[in-house]
């Protein structure tokens, strides 16, 4: 296969987790019964008229400060016309001349490098309603008419499908983190649309674009796009030409699949909405969303570095938002972050997926988590004294202390302690320190198990194995 340069651009429909649809006070739900939560707006209904919901405008400026945007103070709707049974108004409420964000960006790291995705526009939009094609049949869900979105369209500037898949990962974080969106692929609350060309040199025009229609995962918009590449580099080696197209991508084939052909260019005919009056956007209404934009996940990223949390237990704490969000409640606190972190990650998220509970329905409050993690920082508690207690420490309203007092855990955490019952051990068992220093393995445990055993497992393991060990090579 001859070498081409790639040329890819996304965009990408989010539903905003709002209350109510866009125009109508219906409920913004999923998974309900069919045609359940509709009303004569939503159905298209002559004579009805839309109210612009408050909270998708706030919505929206949130996701354009997060993406760098520009914000537009004065815009309009207007009306997409087509036909097609999803839309039963025959014309689809979106903003065409005056999106709400402009000119803005997401930065991802390609290869240890930085990179900016140039966001070219992002507009507020209603969604159509839900086709379910059976057989010759195709069957129409109204729950999904009027679900507010945000249409969010990159510049050609993408040149891989990791590129892409880097760029979808970031802009799911993002918009999750923030609020704006539960970004549900698998739901069709995030879907991706790539547009794909190749030619030969940088100078060349841009090759003939073939769109890739709503893919259903991220990993998915990567193959799919390294597919395209590859399906378009053959038709150019053999000096064909093919045009302009809209494919989808099959999960079965693994490959994607011709719809139609683009042989004339789509004529909407956008006119302003007439019956939503302009939007005003002040200062003021920036400066009130500004503030609910929360921690994001760069900036916890940093934060927990700077704390001495280890990449993969950030990337963990960061997949894992309430998780990250509970350990934000602790930052001012003087605690071991290392430990915590560790704990949240391991036994205790065993517990919770275990029960299926979120840690904020458990009885471990601020107060007995840092009282926890101080235990486990001055070993005063073991990994192993955890796994016994740890029910009893997320159920009961109980401290630290007294549980540990009724489950009678005394750990001998004091050096010279440990070093006497060494030492004790060392003298009694002359055979089995003659074979650790002909180098055999078995003889550290044996003597490490006869020191627990002298101290009826009450020493900390991990200082008694190190004492041990210094004992041992004197």
């Given at each position: 296969?001859?070498?081409?340069?790639?040329?890819?651009?996304i965009e990408?429909h989010?539903e905003l987790?709002?209350?109510?649809?866009?125009f109508?006070?219906?409920?913004?739900?999923y998974?309900?019964?069919?045609?359940?939560?509709?009303?004569?707006?939503d159905?298209?209904?002559?004579?009805?008229l839309?109210t612009?919901n408050?909270?998708?405008?706030?919505?929206?400026?949130?996701?354009?400060?997060?993406l760098n945007?520009?914000?537009r103070?004065?815009?309009?709707f207007?009306?997409?016309?087509?036909?097609y049974p999803?839309?039963?108004?025959?014309?689809?409420i979106?903003?065409a001349?005056?999106?709400?964000?402009?000119d803005g960006?997401?930065?991802?790291e390609?290869?240890?490098?930085?990179?900016?995705?140039?966001?070219?526009?992002?507009?507020?939009?209603?969604?159509?309603?839900?086709?379910?094609?059976?057989?010759?049949?195709?069957?129409?869900?109204?729950?999904?008419?009027?679900?507010?979105?945000?249409e969010?369209?990159?510049?050609?500037?993408?040149?891989?499908?990791e590129?892409?898949k880097l760029?979808?990962?970031?802009?799911?974080?993002?918009?999750f983190?923030?609020?704006v969106?539960?970004?549900?692929?698998e739901?069709?609350s995030?879907r991706?649309d790539?547009?794909?060309?190749?030619?030969?040199?940088?100078t060349?025009?841009y090759?003939t674009k073939?769109e890739?229609?709503?893919?259903?995962?991220?990993?998915?918009?990567?193959?799919?796009i390294e597919?395209?590449?590859?399906?378009?580099?053959k038709?150019?080696?053999?000096?064909?030409?093919?045009?302009p197209?809209?494919?989808?991508?099959?999960d079965?084939l693994?490959?994607t699949?011709?719809?139609?052909v683009?042989e004339t260019?789509?004529?909407?005919?956008?006119?302003?909405?007439p019956d939503i009056?302009?939007v005003?956007?002040?200062?003021?209404d920036?400066k009130?969303?500004?503030?609910?934009i929360?921690?994001?996940?760069d900036?916890?990223?940093?934060k927990?570095?700077s704390?001495?949390?280890g990449?993969?237990?950030?990337?963990?704490?960061?997949?894992?938002r309430?998780?990250?969000?509970y350990?934000?409640n602790?930052?001012?606190?003087?605690?071991d972050?290392?430990?915590?972190?560790?704990l949240l990650?391991?036994d205790?998220?065993?517990y919770l997926?275990?029960?299926?509970?979120e840690?904020t329905?458990t009885?471990l409050?601020?107060?007995?988590?840092?009282?926890?993690?101080?235990?486990?920082?001055?070993?005063?508690?073991?990994?192993?004294?955890?796994?016994?207690?740890l029910?009893t420490?997320?159920?009961?309203d109980?401290?630290?202390?007294?549980?540990?007092?009724?489950a009678?855990?005394k750990?001998?955490t004091?050096?010279k302690a440990?070093?006497?019952?060494?030492q004790?051990?060392?003298?009694?068992?002359?055979?089995?320190v003659?074979?650790?220093?002909?180098?055999?393995?078995r003889a550290i445990?044996?003597?490490?198990?006869?020191?627990?055993?002298?101290?009826?497992g009450?020493?900390?393991?991990?200082?008694?194995?190190n004492?041990l060990?210094?004992?041992?090579?004197k």
């Open positions: 296969m001859s070498n081409y340069i790639p040329t890819i651009g990408v989010c987790k709002t209350k109510t649809k866009i109508s006070n219906s409920t913004n739900g998974g309900q019964m069919a045609n359940s939560l509709t009303n004569v707006i159905l298209g209904y002559p004579g009805t839309p612009l408050q909270e998708v405008l706030s919505l929206a400026m949130k996701a354009a400060l997060i945007c520009k914000i103070r004065k815009m309009h207007d009306r997409k016309n087509y036909f999803d839309n039963p108004k025959n014309y689809q979106t903003q001349e005056t999106p709400i964000g402009y960006y997401v930065e991802i390609v290869n240890g490098e930085k990179k900016k995705i140039e966001i070219e526009e992002m507009h507020i939009e209603e969604d159509t309603c839900k086709s379910t094609h059976r057989g010759e049949k195709t069957l129409l869900d109204f729950n999904r008419a009027g679900v507010p979105l945000i969010i369209v990159t510049k050609p500037c993408m040149t891989s499908g590129e892409a760029y979808l990962e970031k802009l799911k974080e993002l918009l983190y923030s609020d969106s539960d970004c549900k692929m739901e069709g995030m991706a790539a547009n794909v060309s190749i030619r030969k040199k940088e060349d025009p090759g073939a890739i229609k709503n893919i259903g995962s991220i990993s998915n918009v990567k193959l799919s597919k395209e590449i590859e399906r378009q580099a038709i150019y080696d053999n000096n064909e030409t093919f045009l197209q809209t494919r989808r991508f099959d079965k693994n490959d699949v011709l719809m139609r683009k260019g789509n004529d909407y005919r956008y006119f302003p909405e009056p302009y005003i956007i002040t200062e003021e920036i009130e969303v500004q503030k609910t929360p921690m994001l996940p900036e916890r990223r940093e927990y570095r704390l001495g949390i990449e993969k237990n950030i990337e963990s704490l960061i997949g894992n309430s998780l990250s969000d350990l934000n602790l930052l001012d606190e003087n605690i972050f290392k430990t915590a972190a560790n990650l391991g205790i998220a065993a997926n275990k029960n299926e509970v840690i329905d009885q409050t601020k107060d007995r988590f840092i009282e926890l993690v101080t235990k486990m920082s001055d070993k005063t508690l073991t990994s192993k004294n955890l796994k016994d207690i029910e420490i997320m159920e009961s109980k401290t630290i202390k007294e549980i540990v007092e009724e009678g855990i750990n001998i004091d050096d440990i070093t006497t019952l060494v004790k051990v060392i003298s009694e068992n002359k055979e089995s003659e074979d650790y220093k002909a180098g055999k393995d445990k044996y003597l490490m198990g006869q020191v627990m055993k002298e101290s009826k009450s020493a900390n393991p991990e200082m008694a194995m004492i060990k210094e004992e041992l090579n």
